[in-house]
């Protein structure tokens, strides 16, 4: 942008420097111009600014599994509360109002920040309500994406958003993930905000009006008004390997480091 400026200015590049939200000349603060306009300049000189950078978090002190995931080694959360109404008759849902806070560490860029979380709402109420793998005779019934539903901006309501700004010094500018997170407070809030609107559990998802009308017709009958799997199913794991990564030594075989087995946990 220096040089963009500097032939606004009509002075050598290198006599361009940037402070307080503008770029001037060196010799005269009073020639320049705010950053905002030098942006516009370098883009109509230049293009289309860009850069390349990274980001290495530092290595995650935790030592038991999920205690790294993802490219930052800190922890967001979030808090949904779903106002929605359910037609005891035919079971349908209908929303009213979605509020989601999410703790950003640091919002870097609050625009774009505020459409990831909303992203994740559409995302949670699309698992919530719609999205459903079924299959006839162990075929899939619908393969195709096209028929894989999900909510659009015709079927939302309004969504107030939250961001709750509590830096992180593990993350780049005190900043945390706001990826997947927010989607995941919405399906309980979904089930949560149908119980208290009927009075009945849906553990299975997604939360169909079927599912709501069997729930309902146990529920008249004085038995558990619930709809769903009754436990979690049993599942054997396997103790868990870890392998060092080429760059540390390691050659595709597991280490024998008892800190990282289950035991060690």
Same mark, same amino acid.
């Given at each position: 942008?220096?040089? &963009?400026?500097?032939?606004? /200015?009509?002075?050598? &590049?290198?006599?361009?420097?940037?402070?307080?939200?503008?770029?001037?000349?060196?010799? %005269?603060?009073?020639?320049?111009? %705010?950053?905002?306009?030098?942006?516009?300049?370098?883009?109509? @000189?230049?293009? +289309?600014?860009?850069?390349?950078?990274?980001? +290495? !978090?530092?290595?995650?002190?935790? @030592?038991?599994?999920?205690?790294?995931?993802?490219?930052?080694?800190?922890?967001?959360?979030?808090?949904?509360?779903?106002?929605?109404?359910?037609?005891?008759? +035919?079971?349908?849902?209908?929303?009213?109002?979605?509020?989601?806070?999410? %703790? =950003?560490? #640091?919002?870097?860029?609050?625009?774009? &920040? =505020?459409?990831?979380?909303?992203?994740?709402?559409?995302?949670?109420?699309?698992?919530?309500?719609? $999205?459903?793998?079924?299959? #006839?005779?162990?075929?899939?019934?619908?393969?195709?994406?096209?028929?894989?539903?999900?909510?659009?901006?015709?079927?939302?309501?309004? =969504?107030?958003?939250?961001?709750?700004?509590?830096?992180? !010094?593990?993350? !780049?500018?005190?900043?945390?993930?706001?990826?997947?997170?927010?989607? /995941?407070? =919405?399906? !309980?809030?979904?089930?949560?905000?149908?119980? %208290?609107?009927?009075?009945?559990?849906?553990?299975?998802?997604?939360?169909?009006?079927?599912?709501?009308? *069997?729930?309902?017709?146990?529920?008249?009958?004085? *038995?558990?008004?619930?709809?769903?799997?009754?436990?979690?199913?049993?599942?054997?794991?396997?103790?868990?390997?870890?392998?060092?990564?080429?760059? $540390?030594?390691?050659?595709?075989?597991?280490?024998?480091?008892?800190?990282?087995?289950?035991?060690?946990?």
């Amino acid at each position: 942008m220096n040089e &963009a400026v500097a032939a606004e /200015l009509k002075v050598p &590049a290198s006599r361009i420097v940037a402070a307080g939200g503008r770029m001037f000349d060196s010799e %005269d603060h009073a020639r320049g111009v %705010d950053f905002a306009k030098a942006v516009q300049l370098a883009e109509a @000189k230049f293009g +289309t600014l860009g850069t390349v950078g990274s980001y +290495t !978090p530092p290595k995650s002190r935790a @030592k038991y599994k999920g205690g790294g995931v993802g490219p930052s080694p800190t922890y967001s959360f979030s808090a949904s509360v779903i106002e929605l109404s359910v037609d005891p008759e +035919t079971g349908i849902i209908k929303l009213h109002k979605i509020w989601i806070a999410h %703790d =950003i560490g #640091r919002a870097i860029n609050p625009v774009v &920040a =505020i459409g990831q979380v909303e992203g994740g709402v559409y995302m949670g109420l699309g698992e919530a309500l719609m $999205e459903e793998q079924e299959f #006839r005779l162990g075929v899939h019934k619908t393969p195709s994406m096209l028929d894989y539903k999900s909510p659009t901006s015709l079927d939302m309501c309004p =969504i107030e958003t939250i961001l709750v700004e509590e830096p992180d !010094p593990m993350g !780049p500018f005190g900043a945390k993930e706001v990826g997947q997170g927010p989607l /995941l407070p =919405i399906l !309980p809030a979904v089930v949560n905000a149908i119980h %208290d609107a009927v009075g009945v559990r849906i553990d299975e998802i997604p939360a169909t009006p079927e599912k709501i009308l *069997k729930a309902l017709k146990l529920k008249s009958q004085g *038995k558990d008004g619930r709809y769903g799997p009754v436990s979690f199913p049993h599942v054997e794991y396997r103790d868990p390997m870890f392998i060092l990564p080429p760059w $540390e030594g390691g050659d595709g075989r597991a280490v024998d480091q008892p800190e990282y087995t289950r035991k060690g946990v």
